[in-house]
């Protein structure tokens, strides 16, 4: 409002308004180009994957922190993911294949407001079809929703193989009621090397039987079960845990209370989620 005099008239706004969306579209290209420039550094167009979560989270976080006035931040963060899955699908081209056998219509809001509609969207009809479109691409994204009578059987023990894909972010990263895009959903990739952000450390759990005392264990360490699910050893966990617990914190916590035979492989991390403040 800087530009404008004490008094302004109507069309004193609305050329104010024009110079704000011209300067927006400007750097937006002036954006563009500078992500040019780091394809050149990166080579990204040959080498896989341009996602990091990691900073994503940083600056989705640094996004909400300074957001206020009457915009809803809802307009803000939807944005801000547009513009940033947009430039990384610009540095390397990829696709997120989605598993719809619980809902269509929750799992493409989550898709379209985290990757707009520049990057392409494969529904399937199962987790296993996403898995296999993720392993067999050159750096595509899968979604999953985090509740697994939405999907298809025990798919997070798919996950456990060192070269499989692995949970690379939980979504959505800003947390508030009233989410346009609510549906928790975890994202899964090849594995990053060196991008991963191990502040949330996922798990497959096999146990033979459930008992009541797992959860309260399991929270005294930070750790919660997100996700379980009946195969044919007994009863599979999807337990998540703060990324300085480690697997020895989980074995610990399991120990003595009647589970049987416990095993226990990693499958992924993800940053902390962040709570905007009402």
């Known amino acids: 409002m800087a530009s404008l005099g004490p008094n302004p008239t109507l069309a004193d706004i609305r050329r104010e308004i024009d110079r704000l969306d011209e300067g927006m579209h400007r750097l937006l290209m002036e954006r563009g180009e500078v992500i040019d420039t780091l394809i050149e550094v990166k080579k990204t167009q040959a080498s896989g994957s341009a996602f990091r979560p990691g900073r994503e989270a940083?600056?989705?976080?640094?996004?909400?922190?300074?957001?206020?006035?009457?915009?809803?931040?809802?307009?803000?963060?939807?944005?801000?993911?547009?513009?940033?899955?947009?430039f990384t699908y610009v540095q390397a081209p990829y696709s997120v294949h989605a598993d719809i056998a619980g809902g269509d219509a929750p799992m493409r809001d989550s898709a379209r407001f985290h990757f707009g509609f520049t990057v392409p969207l494969i529904a399937h009809d199962g987790a296993s079809a996403v898995i296999d479109a993720v392993e067999n691409s050159a750096g595509d994204l899968g979604l999953f929703p985090v509740e697994t009578g939405r999907?298809?059987?025990v798919w997070w023990k798919r996950l456990a193989e060192p070269a499989a894909p692995k949970i690379i972010a939980r979504l959505p990263f800003v947390e508030r009621p009233g989410h346009p895009a609510g549906q928790p959903v975890y994202l899964i990739a090849k594995p990053l090397a060196d991008a991963a952000v191990r502040e949330i450390v996922l798990y497959a759990v096999g146990v033979e039987r459930w008992r009541e005392g797992v959860t309260p264990a399991l929270a005294a360490i930070g750790a919660a079960v997100e996700a379980s699910a009946a195969d044919d050893d007994g009863l599979s966990l999807l337990v998540s845990a703060p990324g300085s617990a480690g697997r020895d914190a989980l074995l610990a916590a399991m120990a003595g209370l009647g589970l049987g035979r416990v095993e226990i492989t990693e499958?992924?991390?993800?940053?902390?989620?962040?709570?905007?403040q009402d």
């Open 267 to 276: 499958i992924g991390s993800h940053a902390a989620r962040f709570r905007l």
């Open 58 to 86: 940083e600056m989705m976080k640094r996004l909400a922190e300074r957001h206020h006035g009457s915009l809803p931040f809802d307009v803000a963060e939807s944005i801000w993911r547009v513009i940033i899955a947009t």
């Open 151 to 153: 999907s298809e059987g």
